[in-house]
Structure formats: C-alpha cells, structure tokens
C-alpha cells in the first residue's frame, strides 16, 4: 500500500451527512493519524482546498476518493466508520491521475502539488546541479555570500552595496563574509528604507491593516474622518522590529505612536477606545474595527481577517476548518448560517467570531471601545436570538472565555508563528516555499518560536541564511 502525503478531506463528513455531521472529526486528523510522517502534517493539518473547490463541492481529485470510500454502505457514514474507512479510499486513488497532468495523485502529493490542478505537476529534482558549475559570477548550485551580500543590501536597505564593499566581501573567508551579511542586515533594519514610514514594514502592514484614505483621521485625513490607521501601522513597525516579542502584535495591551523617521514610542491610550485590559494588540484596535465591524452584530468578517492576517488562514479557501465538537451552530442573525452549504464554513466562523461581539464597530467617539452589554442595543430585526450572541468563542477548537484569551491561543500557535515568518519569507525570497524549500521554511519557523523567542530580526539573520534565499 502506499504512503501517501495527502492534503485532504477538510469536510469530506459534510458529503456524506446533514449538518448535525459537521462536528464530526474532520479529515485532515484521520489522514495525519495514519499517515504521520506526512510533510504536510509536519507543518500543521492539511487544507480542504486540496479535496474540495469550496465545501461541500468537491475537486477532481475529491470526486476520486468519494467514488471508492465505502461505496456499499449506506449515507450518511457515522464517524466511526468514515474513520475506519478512509484510509482504504486514500491507497485505491494513490496510483490515479485525477487532474490528467501525467503524474499520479501519489507523485502529485508527495511533491507538494495539487493532484487537482493540471497545472501543477511535480518538478524533478537535482537537475542543473549534477555537473560541474560553470558560470563565471554564481554558484548557481547553492548558498552564494556574495549574491546574498547584495541583496541584503537590495531588499533591506533599498540600495546596491559600494563596488569596493563587495570586492572586499569577495575576497574574505566563508565564515567573515557572513558576518558581514549580519552587520549589514543589522545596519539595514534601523534604516527609513525597512522601518520608517511608508518603508518595507509599513508595506508588509497594508493587507493586514486595510487602508482606506476617505475615512482616515489625523495626518492625510479624509473627507469622513473615523479612525487614524498610521497608529496600527506604527504598532505593527514597532513590535516587528528591535528585540521585541512579535506576538505583541495580537496581545499588545499599549499604543504606538511613529516620531521623527524611524522613532517609535509607546503610550497607554492615544487614539484606542478598549481599555488597557480588553486590547489584543492590531485586532482591536479602532481602525480595525471600524473597517472590518462597521455596523455588523456578529463581526463575522472581523473575526475572519484577523484569522487570515495573522494566522494565515483563510476561511472563504477552506483552511482551518476546525469546528468546535459537541458545539451546536445557532443562527443568531437570522442568516440562514445553519443550512448544509453554509454551515460548512459557519460551524467553524462563527465560534470564531462571538470574542469580537463586545467591540463596537463605527460608533462615533465609542468606535473600537469595549461594551459587554452591546448585543442587548440590537433591533431584534438583526435577528430573532441576536441579543443571545455568546462573548465565549472557540480557537482551534479550544473555547476562549473572550478576545483576549482568543489571541493569547492564537499567538502562542503553531499557525502564528508559520504566518509571521511566512510573510518575511514571501517579501524576501518572493513567493510561497516550494516543495524543495519546505524543509527550510519549516525548520525556520519552529525556529522563532524557540530559539528565535519571536523576534522577527532573529529570525532574519537565519532567512538570509536559507539556499532558498542565497541560491541565485
């Protein structure tokens, strides 16, 4: 039988059962329970989107397994045997070729590409490097200090190193040349270009933050003035940078204030309505939840940007669907959340959601303030149950008494930790880990959550020492 490394079957219970299903053990746990050496179980569960286009709608490669997983019995399988019988459906399609690329659904996975996508398929390895290295200014076959020397210079300092600094680096030792890179990695990080305003920090900031100029306050406002995002902007420089612990940027109890170019300094209160108590850091601050609460009673899309931005999951791709079990979906809101096709996604959302309920959204002088008493100001016509809306939530299944308990969970998570340094990966390597480079990327982000202790610039110095980022 083979071995497969399959990313799969988020939902595949919801195919095969009514909504009460949902609470069923999801896929990814069985295939990671049969299959632990899995490299995508190494680097958490796999994602639906591998099975599924959007749950319950199934992929080519879905459609695959759900034709050989107990087609003689009865649906809906009860979790008993959808956990007994999975593995058997996962070994009957592992030497198929459900996107019709020419690779089998096992080299497809095994590779790290979609054996739903045709336009994915397993690259061969160790070619361009079995012969002898004949380019003239590059070690085209591995980690290059000199091409690594420049550009660090390129993408920290926003300029080219002197022609006489890279002569010199040239002519040093291995062990002298690097460090070399971490004195100029060192020197670039304190620069305008990484951490001053509207720099590389700010930059990696935008989709997090959502700007959006016509309701800014302070500096550069617009014609509705409602919140002043430069401070989220200048929280998020401030705990990425420096020897500061980057999960302040979901737990962070202060506020940030920008100074001169590159000086930060810190404050109780400036521009944030939650008292010290209640604040987690850029998901509740008051631009946030301005642009993402607005008037909405159960901040669905609050909760799930704060999901994606700083866990780097993303509910409307199927990723990190984790429904809480034995916790029953109530349509507080009248939305209909509870019918098969939509609870795919709510039972997991909306646990998600209820710690951002006691946040007020546009709310004039209150906006992004704490109310524990908020539900009980909505028109029942926003909901038959609406003032019912629980404060407690669920995180990776696990409940959470309130938000702050919420982001604690979040930023002591694996997904945190892999989101944050994911995205110093992408702005300096310039794309997602490929499948030769997931080992790096993995050991890089265990890394800063141990021997890193979350300090974004201690993780740097060993990215820059990564092939994926020195290899020309």
Known sequence: MHRLHLAVFALPAVLLAPAAS????????????????????????????????????????????????APDLSRPLDAQTFT??????????????????????????????????ADEVPMATGQGCSGPNINPDWDVCGYD??????????????????????ESFAGLPRDEQMAWIDDALDACLDTPFWLGRDGVLWRLAHAKIRPLQAIKSGQGSGP????????????????SSDDRDARELITADYHVRLRGTTEYDTAAHGDERAAVDRRAGMITTRWFFVINTMFTPVPRTTAAQAYRAYLGLDIARSEGLLPPAGVELIDYDDKGVT??????????????????????????????????????????????????????????????????????????????????????????????????EQAEFDALWRAFRTTHEYRVERMLHDLVRTEAYGAP
């Open 339 to 436: 019918e098969p096709t939509c609870a795919a996604c709510h039972t997991t959302l909306d646990p998600l959601s209820y710690p951002f309920s006691r946040y007020r959204g546009i709310s004039g002088g209150n906006s992004g303030a704490y109310s524990a008493d908020r539900m009980r100001f909505f028109s029942l016509d926003e909901g038959s149950r609406i003032r019912e809306v629980p404060e407690q939530g669920y995180l990776f299944g696990e409940p959470v008494a309130d938000l702050v308990e919420w982001s604690e969970l979040a930023a002591n998570s694996d997904a945190f930790a892999r989101a944050t340094v994911a995205d110093y990966w992408r702005l300096l390597v310039g794309h997602d880990p490929t499948p030769s």
């Open 22 to 69: 949902l609470a069923l053990p999801p896929g990814p746990s069985v295939v990671c329970e049969v299959w632990p050496e899995a490299a995508i179980c190494a680097d958490g569960l796999p994602e639906c989107a591998t099975c599924h286009i959007v749950p319950p709608a199934r992929n080519v490669f879905g459609v695959a397994i759900e034709e050989v997983l």
């Open 224 to 239: 509705v003035p409602l919140a002043d995002y430069d401070h989220d902007y200048a929280l998020f420089a401030y705990v």
């Open 84 to 117: 007994a019988e999975l593995p058997a459906a996962l070994s009957a399609v592992a030497d198929e070729d459900a996107d019709g690329d020419g690779a089998t659904n096992v080299e497809e996975i095994l590779a790290g590409t979609s054996p739903a996508d």
């Open 145 to 166: 200090p000199t091409y690594a020397f420049k550009k660090v210079y390129v993408d920290v300092c926003g300029r080219s190193p002197s022609f006489a600094d890279v």
